[in-house]
């Protein structure tokens, strides 16, 4: 369980979602090299068109900032065709660094608060506040499919309603070539843990 690293408390996340024009054109340069440098996960995408749907729906933009400045260095990973949706991941190489030592959800996050020790925060709110999408199982494995991520981190993910009710929550990680799925508590922490998220714009 994440305890204080050599006496120092844990800091609280605070997630930032404004951008000034000069943040602004940042972000955009970062997501088109990161775009460039990595067309295996975007085949037949062209950046202009991404840009052009990041520019009209300026909250998005600020939900990637979010997803930047925290680690997440998010990618496009693909194209829903029906929608006409572009699907971002965050594809650090591991768990996001800035947003660990974090309780799965708010009610775990409060019940280790009880006992006086006080974690960085919940995968579940922070997500909300990001207006990302927590990975579940399935966008874990579409993501390993891609590279290998989380192979010394890792990472929680949206967990099914019966379990979360008998106290669990899921994460996961990649160790010998395969992706595993574990259980812990929700109250959960560790300096290791993070959690990954989705964007559609």
Request: hydrophobic letters at 30%; one cysteine or more; charged letters at 35%.
């Amino acid at each position: 369980m994440a305890k204080k690293d050599r006496g120092k408390p844990i800091i609280k996340i605070e997630i930032n979602l404004e951008l000034s024009p000069e943040q602004r054109k940042e972000l955009l340069k970062t997501l088109k090299d990161r775009f460039e440098k990595n067309m295996k996960r975007h085949k037949g995408l062209e950046w202009s068109e991404i840009q052009a749907k990041l520019e009209f729906h300026p909250e998005k933009l600020s939900s990637l900032y979010a997803m930047e400045s925290t680690g997440g260095e998010p990618d496009v990973v693909g194209h829903d065709k029906k929608t006409g949706e572009y699907i971002f991941y965050d594809c650090s190489a591991e768990s996001p660094d800035g947003r660990r030592s974090i309780c799965y959800d708010r009610a775990g996050q409060e019940e280790r608060e009880r006992k006086g020790v006080h974690p960085a925060g919940n995968a579940v709110d922070l997500a909300a506040v990001m207006g990302i999408e927590m990975f579940n199982e399935d966008q874990y494995r579409d993501l390993q499919k891609l590279g290998e991520f989380d192979t010394k981190t890792e990472s929680w993910v949206k967990t099914p309603a019966d379990i979360r009710k008998l106290g669990g929550a899921l994460f996961c990680d990649r160790r010998y070539g395969h992706i595993f799925v574990f259980h812990n508590s929700a109250p959960s922490f560790y300096a290791s843990r993070g959690f990954r998220g989705s964007l559609r714009v």
